[in-house]
């Protein structure tokens, strides 16, 4: 077929699919097996074998569950500001949210990474990317916060990303638009594309004891878009694998425009080399603006910088950098298997999957077997050269892939809204299960690792008709739980999903739970406002400031009552949780506050502003219910007119201990 009509086609059965799968497909009730209550029962008192992060899309969030129970555990938030925890309103976490833009409340989270020592998840940390606004963020699962937000320069849509190394000494980032890079040059006819516009892969290097970020450097790359990639492992640790689209370096209508060329790229790239050349100073310094910002444990603060420069190699100026793998059209992604010689290219819109071998690739280029030079000087190795052998008619629209233990990999395909198995070395399809509907990303637990635990396979899906009580016009998204350990894929639980789920990561329990923090130490505590004990607790004037040092414990504040705020006082309430027991938080609220409630940990301080914007008597109380009196957790504070002679005073129980009087 010509790629116009071949287009067509595939459109075609797109609208079938959807129609389809509109209506139940046959045997949707009865692809249950009998006994699958049973295998995701977690009883009462037991814990699942795995934490499942997933990413929760257009919600900015990161949701914890457990498998194989599907119950979720908690929502992380990280890109987007979150009221049940005070995330993004408290004074101390707005600047995690700050970015070169100013401070931006919402993004849209796709993908979660875990960090890796030798290619296996080590359960330190996760790592997420910002689609929208390109940040890169990393969640400590020891307290499951976010505790690093890092902007990246030169990109737009940071869509290919984040994926890491090997022992996790990058996590990369990539441009999913090509655009001219930051700066005043950057004002250019759109039409300009092919001349201005370019890529950026970003290596964010990640602290191994305490895991800050840095961008190490970026590398600079012909105007390609680029999607989901993956780093090498085993054999072919040192390279990466970009899966690119729009080679045609179309600029409008790229449903269309974008698809003209029959194959795309994989962009294959030697890291270990560019890190060499980083390292003997090669590059160039570019002055640019991005955020840098980061959680304190200690002063439970964040703070946020702006940094200035980056460095940049240009992929023009390197020979032996880059090499271009011809793929068929526009790769979604791009997947290696657990012993790193298996390179599996998903062209979203083909109708076999390419599998690539990195000791073929690797000959390939020591024999400049290559058909073309494209973009100014990369090289294109030959198809046949690069190509273990072609999965004939896998499904239509195969997105993403994992594996198995077994030499199996598993890939979702949108289009006919399903997950197969097949066999990497022979190639040959064992099994396909109908997903309801339309999976995007799916993941094995340990899928992409150098030793996946190949137990279980959840698909996310994007459409869910007909699998829950309706809720109007917009249905939650859901995963899907398959137990991969025999033959066949069966289908055990469905469940839904916060947002829209892309990539997750499944890491045994037993590697992270013992390591979660149960309360902050108070003593550790060196926030600036804090109030160690109620004796500490006190109200401060200075000019139109008023300090509040709060202290809660059950079920009171220390102080209650707050009299001498005036009208155009800016109010803030540092408070202190002096708890020292486990999943003891207190709220805090006032009424007319602009902003959110706080949720304090123990041993941890947080401040709420408040600009009182009329006279007379607020109250405040505690949001979550700390124990039996949780409602009487609660105070009064007086607001009076600008130059009132009501003195600033605070107390707790006096009222009590006059009227006894
Ligand atoms: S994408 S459905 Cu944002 Cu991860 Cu492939
Ligand atoms: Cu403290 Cu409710």
């Known amino acids: 077929m010509k790629p116009k009509q071949y287009l067509l086609w595939m459109l075609a059965a797109a609208a079938v699919s959807i129609s389809f799968s509109a209506c139940k497909p046959k045997g949707a009730g009865s692809a249950m097996a009998g006994n ?6 977690v009883p009462p008192g037991q814990y699942d074998e795995f934490y499942n992060f997933v990413s929760g899309g257009f919600s900015g969030q990161m949701s914890v569950y457990g498998l194989p129970s599907g119950r979720l555990f908690r929502v992380i938030p990280v890109f987007s500001v979150d009221p049940e925890k005070g995330w993004g ?29 030798d290619g296996m998840a080590d359960g330190k940390w996760m790592f997420a990317n910002s689609n929208n606004t390109p940040r890169l963020a990393r969640i400590d699962l020891t307290t499951y916060r976010t505790a ?46 092919k001349e201005n516009f370019k890529g950026h892969i970003s290596f964010v290097s990640v602290d191994k004891e305490t895991g800050e970020f840095d961008i190490a450097f970026q590398l600079k790359t012909p105007g390609l ?14 390279w990466l694998f970009l899966s690119c689209y729009n080679s045609e370096q179309a600029h409008t209508l790229l449903e269309v425009s974008a698809s003209q060329n029959d194959k795309d790229f994989i962009l294959a790239i030697n890291w270990k080399k560019a890190e060499e050349y980083f390292k003997a100073g090669k590059g160039t310094k570019q002055a640019v603006r991005y955020a840098h910002n980061k959680y304190n444990e200690e002063t439970h603060s964040a703070t946020s910088e702006i940094k200035t420069d980056v460095t940049v190699l240009d992929l023009a100026d390197f020979e032996d950098l880059a090499y271009l793998i011809p793929c068929p059209k526009s790769p979604h992604g791009t997947d290696v298997n657990p012993t790193g010689e298996y390179i599996i290219g998903s062209g979203k819109l083909a109708a076999l999957i390419p599998v690539f071998s990195f000791d073929k690739l690797q000959n390939a280029i020591a024999n400049k077997d290559f058909e073309a030079e494209l973009y100014s000087g990369i090289p294109v190795v030959k198809y046949e050269s690069a190509l273990y052998g072609e999965v004939e008619k896998p499904g239509l629209g195969p997105l993403h892939t994992e ?6 990999a598993y890939t979702s395909f949108f289009v006919s809204s399903e997950v197969v198995k097949w066999n990497i070395e022979k190639l040959e399809v064992i099994d396909r299960q109908p997903t309801y509907y339309s999976v995007g990303h799916l993941m094995v637990a340990g899928g992409n690792t150098k030793k996946p635990f190949g137990k279980y396979l959840v698909a996310y899906n994007k459409i869910t008709k007909d699998r829950f009580l309706p809720t109007g016009p917009e249905l939650c998204h859901a995963a899907q739980l398959f137990d991969i350990s025999g033959e066949k894929m069966e289908l055990l639980l469905d469940f839904p999903t916060i947002g829209e ?26 926030h600036p406002y804090i109030a160690k004990g109620e004796s500490e607790a006190r109200v401060e004037r200075n000019g139109n400031t008023v300090h509040v040092y709060l202290t809660t414990i059950r079920s009171h504040f220390t102080p209650d009552n707050i009299e001498g705020i005036q009208l155009g006082d800016e109010v803030l309430f540092h408070v202190t949780n002096i708890e020292q027991d486990w999943d003891m938080p207190h709220g805090f609220a006032i009424k007319g506050a602009g902003n959110s409630e706080l949720l304090v940990m123990p041993g941890e301080t947080q401040t709420l502003k408040w600009i009182p914007d009329r006279t007379g008597i607020f109250p405040m109380y505690c949001t979550d219910f700390c ?35």
């Open 148 to 193: 690093e937000i890092i902007e990246i320069p030169n990109t737009g849509g940071n869509h290919c990303s984040p994926f890491t190394t090997e022992n996790s000494e990058y996590v990369i980032a990539a441009t999913r638009f090509s655009v001219p890079p930051d700066g005043p040059g950057g004002d250019v006819p759109i039409s300009s594309y």
């Open 403 to 408: 594996f198995d233990d077994k030499g199996n």
């Open 89 to 117: 309103f408290s004074e101390e976490t707005k600047p995690m949210l700050e970015t070169s833009h100013g401070f931006i409340p919402w993004d849209d989270l796709h993908h979660i990474e875990a960090s890796f020592t």
């Open 501 to 526: 789920p892309h990539y997750a990561q499944a890491v045994p329990a037993d590697l992270i739970k013992d390591n979660s923090l149960k309360i902050y130490d108070i003593n550790a505590n060196s």
């Open 627 to 661: 124990s039996a009196l949780h409602q009487e957790m609660s105070g009064y504070v007086r607001v009076s007119a600008k130059g009132s002679n009501v003195p600033l005073t605070f107390s707790t129980g006096t009222s009590q201990a006059a009227a006894g009087e």
């Open 225 to 238: 878009n680029f999607d989901l990639s993956s780093a090498g492992k085993g054999k072919s640790n040192g």
């Open 36 to 41: 699958a209550a049973q295998r995701t029962y």
